[in-house]
């Protein structure tokens, strides 16, 4: 099962357009170097760090859907061995952009020179059965086609590929307020005839970095969803699921109810 706030904005255009729009103006986690990025994702995130290692340890070949600005695919590609292979996806220019420059910083410390592209999630640009493995954290919960996302994952991975996915989880207290937070801005649009109410009015004001896009993406995002741990199962029927846990904020390991469900997933070997 799964919950959703599908929100319109202003610049007009499919949802697919408001989305990029949006990832262009406010890139995830904000933060203006790779040092500051790494700082903040890491102190948000602490079991991620672990966790990428054992992504790393175990694949060879990896494609990143949502790249982002490269916090965590510039990690990987500190941590894969030599003569590996890591392609980060993402659909905004922006984000690509500045990966781009971050991975041009680092220089000579990336053990595997990253590629990174813009496209599209729901028609990813490779050919079937061609890709080891599949990484995508905290990214496809803002897909107007989540599922669509998914069968594009399960298409170009090698049989025996594995899938490493990260989505909102609807029991978490954070994903219970947001969605709250959201509703609210919604009745605050009917009563003001504007759109996006209290988004606008952070554009405007001035509460620092240190929640990075947290608050833009509660407001301003086009597309949030979250999903239960059936709703995961769902999403993931075609793929054999090895492991299912939640994370939360502080969190060295995995935690009841915590907002992000980590599935680790196995395209099956006969599909």
């Given at each position: 099962?799964?919950?959703?706030?599908?929100?319109?904005?202003?610049?007009?255009?499919?949802?697919?357009?408001?989305?990029?729009?949006?990832?262009?103006?406010?890139?995830?986690?904000?933060?203006?170097?790779?040092?500051?990025?790494?700082?903040?994702?890491?102190?948000?995130?602490?079991?991620?760090?672990?966790?990428?290692?054992?992504?790393?340890?175990?694949?060879?070949?990896?494609?990143?859907?949502?790249?982002?600005?490269?916090?965590?695919?510039?990690?990987?590609?500190?941590?894969?061995?030599?003569?590996?292979?890591?392609?980060?996806?993402?659909?905004?220019?922006?984000?690509?952009?500045?990966?781009?420059?971050?991975?041009?910083?680092?220089?000579?410390?990336?053990?595997?020179?990253?590629?990174?592209?813009?496209?599209?999630?729901?028609d990813?640009?490779?050919?079937d059965?061609?890709?080891?493995?599949?990484?995508?954290?905290?990214?496809?919960?803002?897909?107007?086609?989540?599922?669509?996302?998914?069968?594009?994952?399960?298409?170009?991975?090698?049989?025996?590929?594995?899938?490493?996915?990260?989505?909102?989880?609807?029991?978490s207290?954070?994903?219970?307020?947001?969605?709250l937070?959201?509703?609210?801005?919604?009745?605050?649009?009917l009563?003001?005839?504007?759109?996006?109410?209290?988004?606008?009015?952070?554009?405007?004001?001035?509460?620092?970095?240190?929640?990075?896009?947290?608050?833009?993406?509660?407001?301003?995002?086009?597309v949030?969803?979250?999903?239960?741990?059936?709703?995961?199962?769902?999403?993931?029927?075609?793929?054999?699921?090895?492991?299912?846990?939640?994370?939360?904020?502080?969190?060295?390991?995995?935690?009841?109810?915590?907002?992000?469900?980590?599935?680790?997933?196995?395209?099956?070997?006969d599909?």
């Amino acid at each position: 099962m799964s919950s959703e706030s599908v929100h319109s904005v202003a610049e007009g255009g499919s949802i697919a357009a408001r989305t990029q729009a949006f990832w262009n103006a406010h890139p995830c986690d904000g933060q203006e170097s790779m040092d500051a990025l790494e700082v903040y994702r890491h102190r948000k995130e602490p079991w991620l760090p672990a966790f990428l290692g054992k992504v790393c340890a175990a694949e060879s070949e990896i494609l990143e859907i949502g790249s982002g600005q490269g916090t965590d695919g510039l990690l990987m590609c500190r941590r894969l061995r030599p003569g590996g292979r890591y392609v980060g996806l993402d659909h905004s220019e922006m984000s690509v952009a500045n990966a781009r420059r971050f991975a041009e910083d680092l220089g000579s410390v990336l053990q595997v020179q990253p590629e990174f592209r813009v496209g599209d999630a729901r028609d990813l640009p490779f050919e079937d059965g061609s890709i080891g493995a599949i990484y995508s954290m905290g990214v496809l919960h803002h897909v107007d086609d989540t599922e669509k996302t998914i069968a594009e994952a399960y298409r170009v991975l090698k049989p025996g590929g594995s899938f490493y996915l990260g989505l909102y989880n609807t029991v978490s207290a954070k994903l219970i307020v947001a969605h709250l937070l959201r509703g609210l801005q919604r009745g605050l649009d009917l009563i003001t005839g504007q759109d996006r109410y209290i988004f606008r009015k952070l554009l405007t004001s001035r509460y620092g970095k240190r929640t990075g896009t947290m608050l833009h993406e509660c407001f301003g995002v086009p597309v949030l969803k979250s999903y239960t741990a059936i709703g995961m199962r769902r999403l993931l029927h075609a793929f054999e699921v090895r492991s299912l846990a939640s994370f939360g904020s502080a969190s060295e390991g995995p935690r009841a109810a915590g907002y992000l469900w980590v599935a680790v997933a196995r395209k099956p070997l006969d599909p």
